[in-house]
């Protein structure tokens, strides 16, 4: 009996912790639905309660003498079970967009409910299912199983409602509940062949932490798809809030090199067309690029910006790994945020140097000048290096890091991983 209950108190404190997890989980998961999340942490505050019940029946169970405080615990026993089965049932109408008020299913859960509690609270003066003696010992009638039946019952028509609505359901959600009713059907049907009480705790805990973790990883694969849109669209405005006086300096450019240089405003024009289509593609771009993609790109900015600035501007390229994928507007947005607070033309000529290199855990895009440097911190006026660091952490697990150069200038580098 001291080995059943210590075995008891193990699988009752495991069993509490998972519940205690499954509220803190719910309550701290990023936009989940507010009724999803009150519906969660209601259910794993009610199957805490269960097994706190089960718990201190185990107890009970040491104490001949408690036979009053060893019905009460086996009473909520039973009272608790049937209330995970009609908060499913509640659960799966919500998903499904039903009205409970018109809903058949609703009712006929509703009304097996009603008669369990009914039947429960009729066993607790007459004894007719189970009763326990003056001695704290649980005995069981030839009719119990009529009580049992109620949950079964009630489970089954759980079941036949979530088949009904699998095409109403993503396939997740469907998977979610057969794993919830499956469970919950076989720890009472094994709960009547062999009796004990613990087993169906351990079932409707699984049933209801089983049908969590497939919710909660369908919600963080939808936060995560809805981040890397969010990520996509950020990277539009970005793409369509180029700087107005850089398209204005880059014709004006050309207009006056028509007649002075007509090779360089060839050259130019190309850069600048090259340059444009690299940024509309990038808005219709989803997912990663080569870096030779994005190399070419920046070096058509570069072009431009040099043709412009000329002997204020030094570009150098010591680029031999290229065969490696980042996301779009990369290395582009960080070349030009180094012109836009470096480049003083009243100060030296700003050097440049990109280059990349290989470790033995990933490659590394080094962006190093000798300007007035800038920070990560400006607020608004670094979004774009911002939104890098989110695409490289969400697309490539990469990072970018920002730091002062010993000489004066900045150094930017961004890791990604093999």
């Given at each position: 009996?001291?080995?059943?209950?210590?075995?008891?108190?193990?699988?009752?404190?495991?069993?509490?912790?998972?519940?205690?997890?499954?509220?803190?989980?719910?309550?701290?998961?990023?936009?989940?639905?507010?009724?999803?999340?009150?519906?969660?942490?209601?259910?794993?505050?009610?199957?805490?309660?269960?097994?706190?019940?089960?718990?201190?029946?185990?107890?009970?169970?040491?104490?001949?003498?408690?036979?009053?405080?060893?019905?009460?615990?086996?009473?909520?026993?039973?009272?608790?079970?049937?209330?995970?089965?009609?908060?499913?049932?509640?659960?799966?109408?919500?998903?499904?967009?039903?009205?409970?008020?018109?809903?058949?299913?609703?009712?006929?859960?509703?009304?097996?409910?009603?008669?369990?509690?009914?039947?429960?609270?009729?066993?607790?003066?007459?004894?007719?299912?189970?009763?326990?003696?003056?001695?704290?010992?649980?005995?069981?009638?030839?009719?119990?199983?009529?009580?049992?039946?109620?949950?079964?019952?009630?489970?089954?028509?759980?079941?036949?409602?979530?088949?009904?609505?699998?095409?109403?359901?993503?396939?997740?959600?469907?998977?979610?509940?057969?794993?919830?009713?499956?469970?919950?059907?076989?720890?009472?049907?094994?709960?009547?062949?062999?009796?004990?009480?613990?087993?169906?705790?351990?079932?409707?805990?699984?049933?209801?932490?089983?049908?969590?973790?497939?919710?909660?990883?369908?919600?963080?694969?939808?936060?995560?798809?809805?981040?890397?849109?969010?990520?996509?669209?950020?990277?539009?405005?970005?793409?369509?809030?180029?700087?107005?006086?850089?398209?204005?300096?880059?014709?004006?450019?050309?207009?006056?090199?028509?007649?002075?240089?007509?090779?360089?405003?060839?050259?130019?024009?190309?850069?600048?067309?090259?340059?444009?289509?690299?940024?509309?593609?990038?808005?219709?771009?989803?997912?990663?690029?080569?870096?030779?993609?994005?190399?070419?790109?920046?070096?058509?900015?570069?072009?431009?910006?040099?043709?412009?600035?000329?002997?204020?501007?030094?570009?150098?390229?010591?680029?031999?790994?290229?065969?490696?994928?980042?996301?779009?507007?990369?290395?582009?947005?960080?070349?030009?945020?180094?012109?836009?607070?470096?480049?003083?033309?009243?100060?030296?000529?700003?050097?440049?140097?990109?280059?990349?290199?290989?470790?033995?855990?990933?490659?590394?895009?080094?962006v190093e000048d000798n300007g007035a440097g800038f920070e990560l911190d400006d607020g608004r006026e670094n979004f774009a290096l911002k939104n890098i660091q989110k695409r490289l952490e969400m697309f490539c697990e990469g990072n970018l890091s920002i730091y002062p150069r010993e000489c004066g200038g900045t150094i930017v580098k961004i890791f990604i991983p093999f």
């Amino acid at each position: 009996m001291t080995i059943m209950c210590a075995a008891n108190f193990f699988l009752c404190g495991i069993m509490m912790s998972l519940m205690i997890a499954g509220i803190i989980i719910s309550a701290i998961t990023p936009d989940m639905e507010k009724w999803k999340r009150k519906f969660f942490i209601a259910l794993f505050t009610i199957l805490t309660l269960l097994v706190s019940t089960y718990l201190i029946d185990s107890f009970m169970l040491l104490s001949p003498n408690a036979a009053i405080a060893g019905r009460i615990a086996v009473f909520f026993e039973y009272f608790f079970i049937p209330v995970n089965i009609f908060m499913v049932a509640i659960f799966l109408l919500h998903c499904c967009g039903e009205n409970w008020r018109k809903s058949k299913f609703f009712y006929s859960v509703l009304i097996v409910y009603v008669v369990f509690l009914i039947l429960l609270a009729i066993t607790q003066f007459t004894g007719i299912f189970y009763y326990i003696t003056d001695e704290n010992i649980f005995y069981r009638n030839e009719l119990h199983t009529i009580l049992i039946g109620q949950l079964v019952v009630m489970a089954s028509i759980n079941l036949i409602a979530v088949i009904k609505r699998r095409k109403m359901l993503s396939k997740k959600y469907y998977v979610a509940f057969m794993v919830n009713t499956l469970s919950m059907m076989f720890a009472i049907l094994f709960h009547t062949i062999i009796f004990n009480p613990l087993v169906v705790a351990i079932g409707v805990t699984l049933s209801a932490l089983g049908m969590f973790v497939i919710i909660l990883i369908d919600h963080i694969e939808k936060f995560l798809r809805q981040q890397r849109e969010i990520l996509g669209q950020q990277a539009n405005i970005l793409v369509l809030q180029m700087r107005p006086h850089f398209i204005y300096n880059t014709m004006t450019s050309i207009y006056y090199l028509c007649s002075q240089n007509p090779k360089q405003a060839q050259k130019v024009m190309l850069d600048f067309t090259n340059y444009l289509r690299k940024n509309f593609m990038a808005i219709t771009h989803k997912g990663t690029i080569l870096f030779s993609e994005e190399l070419e790109h920046t070096k058509a900015y570069l072009s431009i910006e040099q043709a412009q600035f000329e002997e204020n501007l030094f570009i150098e390229y010591d680029t031999p790994y290229v065969n490696f994928k980042i996301p779009p507007l990369t290395l582009q947005p960080i070349v030009e945020n180094c012109i836009k607070h470096g480049l003083d033309l009243d100060s030296d000529p700003l050097n440049i140097l990109i280059l990349t290199r290989e470790t033995e855990s990933g490659n590394e895009i080094i962006v190093e000048d000798n300007g007035a440097g800038f920070e990560l911190d400006d607020g608004r006026e670094n979004f774009a290096l911002k939104n890098i660091q989110k695409r490289l952490e969400m697309f490539c697990e990469g990072n970018l890091s920002i730091y002062p150069r010993e000489c004066g200038g900045t150094i930017v580098k961004i890791f990604i991983p093999f």
